[in-house]
């Protein structure tokens, strides 16, 4: 398990970590999602060990990583699969972390072939490897001790769609075993399929915490039609929030039932090519939503689209 518990870091006077409290449970995979510079990175870091919080504290299996007594036997750890040994084969740098453990020597061929590196690659110096491969290498290494816990950043950059789906297999088949992964990636729709629970930062705080279908259940309703006016101003006169989803010439997502929002199309005269209820909204939206405010493009809630008015 994983704890945060009021957890705040300072830079100066800038707060890169802001009175962050969160879980992530054995047997379920948490997605931690924010934009750049919202705190993940940060967070992150000061779980393994790597950055010092200024307040509150940050547990794996009920203690701080500096205190548990050899923490990759408890903890794997992948926060930047380019930090590895230029120089070094793969196979090397699993020998020299098999060793590091004294595990037996077996569990070097066990994790490249559970990571689908060859033996031909295992021998390349890891110079030469492709971004996908040192992320291969660098999950090997984060499993080779048994760990109870994941912690991942990014691990499904530079992978083939091939890869994302083995990685996802991968995550899910640990968890459902037992263990706690906590994920972070930019990849929202392979956040959406392999995650039970979603944690979302911006600027530094929590902005939502809960089960994915929590999350996604008050995630509102997305229309589409050809013309949106008709059905801004239409929502705009029944006091319904909404904002515009993929520029002014995509849809809305309103802040109401799919039902009442059929309806008031319906009245409108507006024909509908889209309308999809709480549960279908998708991650997407619901992140976007959440941190728009740390968006560069924020999309501007009640507004007519191209200057009309209401």
């Known amino acids: 398990m994983i704890t945060i518990d009021h957890l705040t870091r300072t830079y100066g006077s800038f707060t890169a970590v802001d009175d962050v409290s969160f879980t992530a449970r054995p047997g379920r995979v948490t997605g931690f999602l924010g934009p750049n510079g919202a705190g993940k990175s940060t967070t992150m870091r000061i779980l393994v060990g790597l950055t010092a919080p200024g307040s509150g504290s940050a547990t794996v299996c009920g203690k701080s990583f500096s205190d548990l007594p050899n923490p990759a036997r408890q903890v794997g750890v992948l926060l930047d699969a380019s930090a590895q040994h230029a120089g070094r084969s793969g196979r090397e740098i699993l020998t020299i972390a ?14 490249l072939a559970k990571v689908s590196l060859s033996e031909e690659e295992s021998r390349r110096r890891v110079r030469n490897y492709s ?126 039932e799919a039902e009442l929002v059929g309806r008031l199309a319906f009245d409108a005269g507006v024909p509908l090519t889209e309308l999809r209820g709480a549960d279908g909204a998708g991650l997407e939206d619901m992140f976007l939503e959440l941190t728009a405010d740390t968006q560069r493009e924020q999309p501007t809630p009640n507004s007519l689209p191209n200057g009309a008015a209401a």
Not at 98 to 111: F, I, K, N, S, Y
């Open 98 to 111: 098999q060793r590091t453990l004294g595990l037996p020597a077996d569990r070097v061929d066990a994790m």
């Open 131 to 256: 971004l996908g491969m040192r992320q291969r290498l660098g999950l090997a290494v984060a499993l080779i001790g048994d760990p109870e816990v994941l912690i991942l950043d990014e691990p499904a950059n530079g992978l083939d769609p091939a890869g994302i789906r083995w990685m996802r297999d991968l995550l899910r088949d640990y968890a459902n075993r037992g263990g706690t992964v906590l994920l972070s990636s930019h990849l929202l729709h392979e956040i959406e399929v392999v995650a039970d629970d979603l944690v979302v930062i911006g600027n530094g705080r929590i902005v939502a915490d809960g089960t994915k279908a929590e999350l996604l259940a008050g995630a509102g309703t997305l229309v589409r039609t050809a013309d949106v006016r008709p059905l801004a101003r239409a929502l705009v006169d029944a006091a319904i929030e909404f904002t515009h989803v993929d520029g002014l010439d995509g849809g809305l997502r309103v802040e109401a």
